[in-house]
């Protein structure tokens, strides 16, 4: 069974990504390991972004065994973040 993981599709040019950083921090504090948060620089992963239908950023999506379960978009409390993960771990 493999690690849920938490996108973050941002850019470097983005005010409200920054913002958002602190919560991810959060939640790999709380959580470690047990969940993958992986930072997507839209600019960079035009193509991955494209796949996730990304229309603005900071965008969050958690995905279990590939699939999204969960999508947000603006900054978005850590609290909500590591309560939505606890339900796909």
């Known amino acids: 069974m493999s690690k849920p ?3 973050d599709f941002s850019a470097t040019w983005c005010g409200p990504c920054k913002m958002q950083k602190p919560f ?3 939640v790999k504090d709380e959580l470690g390991d047990q969940v993958d948060v992986k930072v997507v620089d839209v600019d960079q992963n ?4 494209a796949k996730y239908g990304i229309q603005a950023v900071p965008t969050l999506i ?6 999204p ?3 947000f978009t603006g900054v978005t ?3 909500i973040l590591i ?7």
């Open 5 to 7: 993981e938490l996108l």
């Open 83 to 89: 309560e939505e993960l606890k339900r796909v771990l």
């Open 62 to 67: 958690i995905v279990k065994d590939g699939e």
């Open 77 to 79: 409390n850590a609290g």
């Open 24 to 26: 991810l921090d959060k």
């Open 69 to 71: 379960v969960k999508r």
């Open 46 to 49: 035009q193509e991955m972004a």
